[in-house]
């Protein structure tokens, strides 16, 4: 898949299914989006993908450890987001998505000093 997504020519050129394979893309995406907005609403999926998908290149080398981190610092954000919005009695889109801008300000700093 990795392969589609960055050249789709050259996986063409290799043999690969980009049809089949940019079907899948599409509908994980999808997937995604939809059980986004049951939790955080339309407007922050993008926001939240963005954080936990800028987060994950500054935390794994490798494009598979990278969408590991990015999967599990998603997942990670959701879980604290929730939990502090249950606590403080708030909206839990918001302290979701802020909570993910917080883990992404933080390892830009830190990717930054590396």
């Given amino acids: 898949m990795f392969a589609v997504v960055l050249d789709e020519e050259a996986a063409l050129v290799a043999g690969l299914p980009v049809g089949a394979l940019n079907t899948v893309l599409a509908v994980l995406a999808a997937v995604t989006v939809v059980a986004g907005m049951r939790v955080v609403g339309v407007l922050l ?55 993910a801008a917080a883990v992404f300000g933080v390892t830009s700093l830190v990717g930054a000093r590396r």
């Fill in 45 to 99: 999926v993008a926001a939240l993908n963005g954080a936990a998908g800028g987060v994950g290149p500054t935390a794994g080398d490798v494009v598979a450890a990278a969408l590991r981190w990015a999967m599990a610092i998603g997942v990670a954000c959701v879980v604290v987001g929730l939990t502090a919005a249950r606590a403080l009695d708030v909206a839990p889109g918001g302290t979701i998505v802020l909570v």
